[in-house]
């Protein structure tokens, strides 16, 4: 037994996930699987308890393992119950997935609840991404998630769990009018299948060639992104080159890969109305980030930033304490974001001794800075110009030594007053901005 193959089944303890269950423990003899049982308490309803209760009794007669998880947090601002719900779900339903040794796990949706999410999908004006609904198979988070029955409509699932003699748990949310699926299903899907008995059928349908449509356009978007050599940046001037059509296609793909997660159509629309030129421009994403468009390339930045408690005086841990920089080394200042690296060069850099013992400071306005010997000191804003350095390259910290002479700027280097002779040794700083 130990050396089977072990199936997770996601169960709510409602309808169609206690019919999974029992279907995939019936057939694991024959399979030659063990199954477990996962279980997901959102704390949303007041009959969570029982259910979770009522569950783990039905695990023991049925002898499955059962796993549970309760959801902590709340939903972030302007984020729906349902979406965080739904989010944190997957989250715990992942981590007890491996928690138990599985590598794939069932969940219980069906033909109705296909077509439902098609439907919603369509009043939302979703594209082919969300119109393809749910896929039946998807690998995501190291996991295959599996929904076996999406073809089969509700009544067969009633015929199955009907002779099983098992209460199921009843989630009054499914009736909430609140809810846009609550609605959709209470409302609207009844006089829908009345009209046409094939609705659902006909709509998970549409949710397999909105699929085939949706990779498709990956296809496209991935050979664009290649072909353009996106990579961290998106090249403006070559991606105007495509149509209006695949730049949508590949900007939307290359934002899903910089963020890191789903892409509102709203961001996409922007962009496409507000990137005709190669004029600098910034757009703030959330999470401390913005998407910069910047001599002619978009990317995101993570602007590094103080944190509130470090003041013009001195960032380097107390007020008025010197930090020392002796060895070339990666330094993490307390109450910045980032790094400053030390490291060995043979121009344009610093005498080692000079590093002994320096101040950390932000900057306070009226600093110059020399780019040469010969050229003097200006302030730092026409340096940052003069050098086409962006409003992010600018952030970081102001090194000084005890006397208050500047050092070091981020985005411009050493200040020449402060190289060290040409031969001697010497070392360079480089600001690290947070990823």
């Known amino acids: 037994m130990a050396d089977r193959p072990v199936v997770a089944v996601a169960c709510s303890g409602g309808r169609d996930s206690v019919a999974l ?69 997957y989250a715990a339903l992942a981590r ?50 599996a929904r076996p029955w999406l073809a089969r409509a509700g009544d067969e699932i009633d015929a199955y769990v009907a002779p099983l003699g098992v209460a199921v748990a009843a989630d009054p949310s ?20 009345r009209a046409f008995p094939d609705a659902d059928a006909a709509l998970a349908a549409v949710a397999r060639r909105a699929g085939e449509a949706r990779a498709v356009l990956d296809d496209v978007a991935a050979e664009d992104l290649q072909h353009l050599g996106a990579g961290a940046v998106l090249p403006l001037p070559a991606w105007r080159a495509l149509s209006l059509a695949r730049r949508g296609n590949a900007l939307r ?28 421009r910034r757009w703030p994403i959330g999470s401390g980030r913005v998407l910069r468009a910047w001599r002619g390339e978009l990317a995101v930045v993570s602007p590094a930033r103080a944190q509130p408690d470090v003041t013009p005086a001195c960032a380097a841990g107390r007020a008025g304490e010197a930090l020392s920089l002796l060895r070339c080394a990666r330094y993490r200042l307390p109450g910045w974001d980032g790094a400053l690296e030390v490291f060995a060069t043979v121009d ?34 026409k340096q940052w110009q003069s050098q086409g350095i962006p409003a992010e390259g600018r952030d970081g910290p102001l090194l000084c030594d005890a006397t ?18 040409p031969g001697a040794p010497q070392w360079g700083l480089r600001w690290l901005a947070p990823a």
């Open 404 to 421: 208050g002479a500047l050092l070091f700027v981020p985005g411009l280097g050493i200040d020449a007053r402060a190289w060290a002779p």
């Open 348 to 381: 344009r850099g610093i005498a080692p001794h000079r590093l002994a013992q320096v101040e950390v400071r932000v900057r306070a306005g009226g600093e110059r800075f020399a780019l040469n010997p010969a050229g003097g000191a200006r302030s730092l804003k």
């Open 253 to 280: 793909a290359w934002l899903a890969r910089a963020l890191g997660g789903p892409v509102p159509q709203t961001l996409v629309d922007r962009l496409l109305a507000e990137t005709t030129d190669d004029a600098t």
């Open 96 to 145: 007890l997935a491996r928690k138990a040794g599985a590598t794939i796990v069932l969940l219980g949706h069906h033909l109705h609840d296909q077509a439902e999410t098609v439907l919603l999908q369509a009043l939302r004006g979703a594209g082919p991404a969300g119109l393809a609904a749910m896929p039946r198979v998807a690998e995501r988070d190291g996991l295959v998630w």
């Open 174 to 193: 499914n009736a909430d009018p609140r809810f846009a699926r609550s609605r959709l299903r209470r409302d609207v899907m009844p006089v829908l299948r």
């Open 21 to 89: 269950l029992h279907a995939a423990r019936r057939a694991s003899d024959a399979l030659g699987t063990s199954v477990v049982a996962l279980h997901v308490h959102h704390g949303l309803m007041a009959d969570a308890d029982r259910w979770a209760t009522d569950l783990a009794a039905l695990c023991r007669r049925w002898d499955v393992p059962l796993l549970e998880a309760r959801l902590g947090g709340a939903p972030q601002a302007g984020e729906s119950v349902e979406a965080w719900a739904r989010r944190e779900r």
